[in-house]
């Protein structure tokens, strides 16, 4: 076979096979000439491979194939054998390598000296962070020392940080921006289930015939999953997509419907579908009276604002009738009152839900979990599926989304907060038994006391009650809301701060010792996607300069600490090691997790995994092995009456809405283009060349009135703060009038000093959408 | 007497503090409450139409496949006159400029505005054995305010176009357009390509991008993914990359 030939026959076996993938999976779908264009000159080349990876931004958690040329990551493509994604990926994805080659990488540690950074040699910064460590416990307290890692942090790193701080220090001080991301939907699983994370999958986008969207921009925020919906309704045209909104985007223009409500009112909207549905008889009261108990909690439960604040909710027993009084505060007209959304619109909802031909979906992410009652929030709208009993069938699934490529699988399923271990609470005996028995640790070092959530961490940092913090994989000085209170914080006197990253940010700004961390598939890892999917990437490149990754920079200094019994691994097994130790938390059919070997050759694996099989729908005794068939077609195990939980959760207002002095609301969020704080999507020439910086989007007559021009820069000023930035009158987002919207991905035009910390007094999440605030038109200067 | 005096006025002076303080209570207490903890609930505004919409984004939804009269994965069927990039360009004094109109506009299709009824939703035209390029702005009806015959093109032939631009009478000597865009512009090989043009006017991609009717060599592959920007963006500035304004991490300041 010439070389010609040769290089022609690869190529089109290639095709054929990528493209026979592609069809088959999605039909219709054409990609073949594109995929020729993809592999033009590529696969040809014995240079260049292709390997499998999760894409490492959202928590859609798309399979994407990277290729790799001369040891660089040189294109992506999707993958066509992701059952999450199909062979498509969004903008992010496509061009997310090139997020591993901006100019102004860490590569070298720097420690602070005089004020100044210097580079030092990585292993000296590693003994300095030890000994930090060692002398602030010494002198403060083990409670003194915090560590703050996020929802992109892979499955090994939390795992290490949890048996590090938890088992080796013995502090509950551990936390993760997912705390700021999603612990509204962990609480409202937990308080709904008894059990976190969708009983659902992806699938059911396949078979629901409505969806209705809370508070959820999912065109921007989750594009592949859109593109599935949208494709969905081209190929069957009685499919509804209702998006239910604050603010006018893309996803409302995208939805046969556009429903826009005052902030804060999603409570009194979830509670009027209800009232309609059981006025009208639509409730499916066999489901009702087999699988469901009542429950009502404790009202009037504060916003967390005061440094002293804590909250405890205590349920109580109610019945069916309870139930039907509580909904007669939500008439629809009454809901009219408090949401602006006509009646008619209540009672249409309440009937797309209410009818028993319809597959219901229901999607949210930050909409519902930003959000000071985030927590009765996600409670109401699974109020609304058990009502209908539609739940744990194809099709027909509330579905809390995520921010992060593994805020499920870390943050949630290691479980890297102060009241969790990797199974169970910290304040359950039999979770700290089975962690010190598998840590192999005496079981009185693991506290059984949560101590900080995320928004109390930092303040206590400010107020010298923590003195040194470990941040990796995350920027708090962007995302803090109440910013600048937490700023000063941090770069108070007597304050240590060590901040592992891939670039400089505002946070490693106020570092004292900054470590170059291995970013993505410059490392091996695991991480966890919104549908309970495990997803492995191999490494594929070598780490820039000194840069290491996050688990083994934080093993490096447990060892220094005297822990090396607890992280005994060599470097090319550790992650074998970790796999094996971790999934031994999960070995039980609720849970279970696949083993390393076939996660190494899968696109992801859904848990529980038991026998071989994924669990695509829980609860549901025909498909998952964790529940009893003898309790009928659903077994909800997680709660100890084997029974779902509808609650009656009434409207209560946000803590501050606009008045005479600022009159407008704030809300804030992400673009399509950036992906959080923006450190890493900022650096890839095409998503920083599309949206370059920050803009506050204002309505058109709020504008013409004020006297406020396109591209205008006008002052924005809350109770906290104020910031200058140019308006964005015809973007792509309109918010209504009374409001505006800021992104928050521009860390020069930082919105956060101006949001405020209230937070869901259940879940702990602030609120990010909702606060006041004035606009000032600044004039020509 | 003075006792009852006294208990009298007593009793007076009683009723009119416990009056007062009624008063204070009624009067300023609320205010004060209010002052506090303001009204019970946000001011709720009718938010129930979205308003007008963005026309860059709205209209990016706007064609489905089956608005169209013909489907827009279909392949040109066999014979039909292409619709080339020459040609497109040829009809545009510069890049975003509105096309001429290649075919004869009688007095009375001028004055209906009738452009709509073949330019909204395409198809094949047998008599003129070419597809009809589909508008991405079908919104807009008075289509002769910005798209106007040529005066060389009446009685021409309907979809032939002079070949010499100086037949039509417009050729300004020092006229210099901008250079049409590159076509394969993208990050990586395999990316997405960016998109190389202005959105206004033009926000629906699949209008010029998707179906038979569509210039052959900008024609995509995929219309059936109708979110094209969610892979697909503009560049709206050609500042390379991020840089920080200051970058502290390098020392000094903090």
Redesign the interface.
């Known amino acids: 076979m010439s070389g010609v030939d040769r290089r022609t026959f690869l190529k089109q076996a290639a095709m054929a096979a990528a493209a026979a993938a592609a069809t088959s999976l999605v039909p219709?779908?054409?990609?073949?000439?594109?995929l020729e264009?993809?592999?033009?000159?590529?696969v040809a080349s014995a240079d260049v491979t292709w390997h499998k990876t999760p894409c490492r931004f959202c928590g859609v958690g798309c399979g994407l194939q990277v290729?790799i040329e001369n040891g660089r990551a040189?294109?992506?493509?999707g993958d066509p054998a992701s059952p999450v994604n199909r062979g498509?990926?969004?903008?992010k994805g496509?061009?997310s390598?090139?997020a591993l080659y901006?100019?102004?990488r860490?590569t070298r540690a720097?420690v602070?000296r005089n004020?100044?950074?210097?580079d030092v040699p990585i292993q000296e910064a590693l003994d300095l962070i030890a000994d930090r460590l060692r002398d602030t416990i010494e002198e403060h307290g083990k409670d003194s020392v915090a560590l703050y890692g996020s929802g992109q942090w892979t499955i090994p790193d939390g795992y290490v940080a949890s048996k590090f701080f938890k088992g080796g220090i013995g502090t509950n001080n551990l936390e993760a921006n997912a705390r700021l991301c999603m612990s509204s939907a962990v609480t409202g699983f937990m308080t709904s289930f008894g059990m976190d994370e969708p009983m659902g999958c992806y699938e059911d986008i396949d078979h629901a015939d409505v969806f209705v969207l809370w508070g959820n921009n999912m065109?921007?925020m989750h594009?592949?999953l859109?593109?599935r919906m949208?494709?969905e309704r081209?190929r069957r045209?009685d499919v509804r997509i209702i998006d239910l909104a604050t603010r006018?985007?893309?996803t409302?223009?995208?939805a046969d419907r556009?429903?826009?409500?005052?902030?804060?009112?999603d409570l009194a909207i979830a509670n009027g579908i209800c009232h309609e549905i059981v006025r009208r008889g639509w409730a499916n009261r066999d489901f009702v009276d087999r699988y469901v108990t009542f429950k009502e909690g404790r009202t009037q439960i504060g916003y967390g604002l005061q440094d002293d604040f804590s909250f405890t909710d205590r349920a109580t027993d109610a019945s069916w009738s309870d139930f039907v009084r509580f909904l007669d505060d939500y008439t629809p007209e009454r809901v009219e009152?408090?949401?602006?959304?006509?009646a008619s619109?209540i009672r249409w909802l309440a009937s797309l839900y209410g009818d028993p031909s319809r597959k219901v979906m229901s999607f949210w992410c930050m909409g519902l979990n930003q959000h000071t009652r985030g927590t009765w929030v996600n409670n109401l709208v699974y109020n609304i599926h058990l009502l209908t009993g539609k739940i744990s069938t194809p099709g027909n699934s509330p579905f809390s989304l995520t921010g992060q490529p593994s805020a499920c699988g870390t943050v949630r399923e290691v479980g890297t907060l102060t009241h969790k271990l990797p199974y169970g609470d910290v304040t359950n005996p039999e979770a700290r038994e089975k962690a010190a028995e598998i840590w192999g640790v005496p079981v009185e070092r693991i506290d059984p006391q949560p101590t900080h959530h995320t928004v109390s961490m930092f303040r206590a940092l400010d107020r010298g009650d923590l003195r040194f913090m470990w941040i990796q994989v995350t920027n708090p000085m962007v995302t803090m809301p109440h910013l600048n209170r937490y700023r000063d914080g941090a770069?108070k006197d007597g304050r240590f701060i060590v901040v592992s990253d891939v670039y400089?940010t505002p946070t490693?700004?106020?570092?004292d010792v900054?470590l170059p961390a291995a970013m993505w598939i410059e490392r091996e890892g695991l991480f966890g996607n919104s549908e309970r999917r495990t997803q492995h990437f191999q490494q594929l490149l070598e780490p820039p300069g000194e840069a290491m990754s996050d688990t083994w920079q934080l093993i490096e200094v447990a060892r220094r600490l005297g822990y090396e019994e607890l992280f005994p691994w060599s470097y090319e097994e550790h992650i074998d090691r970790i796999w094996a130790e971790y999934i031994r938390f999960h070995d039980s059919p609720d849970h279970r997790m696949a083993p390393l070997a076939e996660l190494r050759e899968r696109p992801g694996i859904i848990w529980p995994y038991v026998d071989g099989q994924e669990t695509k729908w829980r609860y549901n005794t025909a498909t998952d092995p964790a529940a009893d068939p003898e309790r009928g077609a659903f077994d909800f195990y997680g709660n100890p009456d084997h029974r779902a939980w509808i609650w009656l959760r009434p409207?209560e207002?946000?803590p501050e809405?606009?008045?005479d002095e600022y009159p407008f609301w704030l809300n804030t969020g992400r673009v399509?283009?950036h992906w959080h704080s923006?450190s890493m999507t900022?650096?890839?020439?095409?998503?920083?060349?599309?949206?370059?910086g920050a803009y506050v989007e204002i309505?058109?007559d709020d504008a013409r009135e004020m006297g406020i021009g396109e591209g205008e820069r006008v002052r924005l000023v809350t109770r906290r703060g104020s910031l200058e930035l140019p308006t964005r009158i015809?973007?792509?987002?309109?918010p209504?009038?009374?409001q505006v919207f800021v992104p928050f991905f521009d860390?020069?035009l930082l919105i956060n000093d101006l949001t405020l910390d209230a937070y869901c007094p259940i879940s702990a999440q602030p609120d990010y959408k909702k606060c006041a605030v004035r606009v000032e038109r600044i004039g020509v200067e | 007497m003075a006792r009852r005096a006294s208990l009298f006025t007593r009793t007076v002076a009683i009723g009119v503090a416990a009056a007062a303080m009624l008063l204070a209570i009624v009067l300023v207490v609320p205010a004060l409450i209010d002052m506090v903890a303001?009204p019970?609930?946000?001011?709720?505004?009718?938010?129930?139409?979205?308003?007008?919409?963005?026309?860059?984004?709205?209209l990016?939804?706007r064609i489905?496949?089956?608005d169209l009269a013909v489907p827009l994965?279909s392949e040109p069927r066999e014979g039909a006159r292409p619709r080339t990039l020459e040609t497109y360009r040829s009809l545009r004094a510069y890049p975003g400029a509105p096309p001429r109109i290649p075919h004869e506009v009688s007095p009375e299709q001028s004055r209906a505005t009738l452009c709509n009824a073949c330019h909204a939703g395409g198809g094949y035209v047998p008599r003129h054995g070419a597809y009809t390029p589909v508008t991405p702005h079908p919104e807009f009806s008075d289509c002769l305010q910005c798209h106007v015959p040529d005066a060389g093109a009446v009685g021409v032939g309907v979809g032939a176009v002079p070949a010499d631009l100086s037949l039509v009478g417009w050729a300004p000597a020092d006229w210099v357009a901008r250079d049409w865009p590159e076509l394969d512009q993208r990050?990586?090989?395999?990316?997405?390509l960016?998109i190389p043009h202005e959105l206004r006017l033009r926000e629906n991609c699949l209008a010029c991008h998707a179906g038979p009717g569509a210039v052959e060599e900008i024609r995509t592959?995929?219309p059936?993914?109708?979110?094209c920007?969610?892979?697909?963006?503009?560049?709206?500035?050609?500042?390379?990359?991020?840089?920080?304004?200051v970058?502290?991490?390098?020392?000094?300041?903090?």
């Open positions: 219709g779908v054409t990609f073949g000439r594109e264009s993809y592999l033009d000159g590529f290729a040189v294109a992506v493509r498509l990926a969004c903008v496509y061009h390598v090139q901006g100019r102004d860490l720097r602070r004020g100044e950074l210097v065109s921007e594009p592949v859109f593109s949208l494709r081209d045209p006018t985007t893309r409302s223009y995208a556009s429903i826009l409500f005052t902030p804060q009112s009152e408090i949401s602006g959304v006509p619109e770069e400089p490693t700004d106020v570092a900054i409207y207002p946000p809405w606009p008045d399509l283009e923006g900022r650096r890839i020439p095409t998503l920083h060349r599309a949206v370059p309505h058109p015809e973007f792509r987002a309109q209504p009038r009374g860390e020069t | 303001g019970d609930h946000p001011p709720v505004t009718r938010m129930t139409s979205p308003g007008e919409p963005i026309p860059a984004e709205a990016a939804y489905r496949p089956w994965h990050a990586m090989p395999g990316s997405p960016w592959t995929h059936d993914r109708t979110d920007r969610s892979c697909h963006v503009p560049l709206v500035t050609d500042d390379p990359g991020f840089t920080r304004p970058d502290r991490s390098a020392g000094g300041d903090s």
